[in-house]
């Protein structure tokens, strides 16, 4: 019984003939070529937007996802543009003084990409190039000397800052900030709870005193932060 319920392979599909789906040899490079089917007024639309030559003018495709806007509109353009003169290139490169504004150059066609190359070979050397200098005999001296300079001229600075403040009856103590004035008596440095049982005529004195260290400091630490860049 059951076997005369069983349905043969043959019934289960169709075969189409592949006659059906053929067309025209130019149509078909025509579709191929566009990239679309059956769009044939944005085909058109398309074609007009890409032969007018101005500023101003611009393309916009919408359509579903899928069905090759994309794949058109790149083989749109490289069809139109393959009779046109080739374009230059334009590139941005970073501009030091201003970081949020590159700098845009324009250079003949190819130019871009051998300048990349060029700018990759560059980078390899001075990889291996610097460290050779860095490392050698004469880069350490002149690296020595550049030190000792800057060592010289801070302490010059600090010599003249610690004799205003020795003449004035200061000490200084260099602090993360800048510098402290602690006020000196009788060749001693006094400590705050010292400093309050002075005189009030003294005191007075020796915070005006104290004002002037403190100037001359704000006027030296500029000097000193310019010498340490």
Known sequence: MKENLKVPSEKLYHLCDPEVFSQPEDEEDQSSRNGII???????????????????????????????????????VSDHAKDGPVPEDWIYVYNFAQPERPRAFKLPAGGGHELCLDMENLVASLKEEIPKVLGGEEYERQRTEIVKEYQNKRNDQLDELNKFAENNGFALKKTATGFMSVPVVEGKQLSQTEYEELEPALKEKMEKKSQEVQLKALEIMPRLQSLER
Do not use: C, H, M, W
């Open 38 to 76: 059956g769009q044939e007024r944005a085909a058109k639309a398309v074609d007009f937007g890409l032969r007018i030559n101005r500023q101003g003018y611009n393309l916009y495709i919408s359509g579903l996802p899928g069905v090759g806007k994309k794949t058109y509109a790149q083989a749109a």
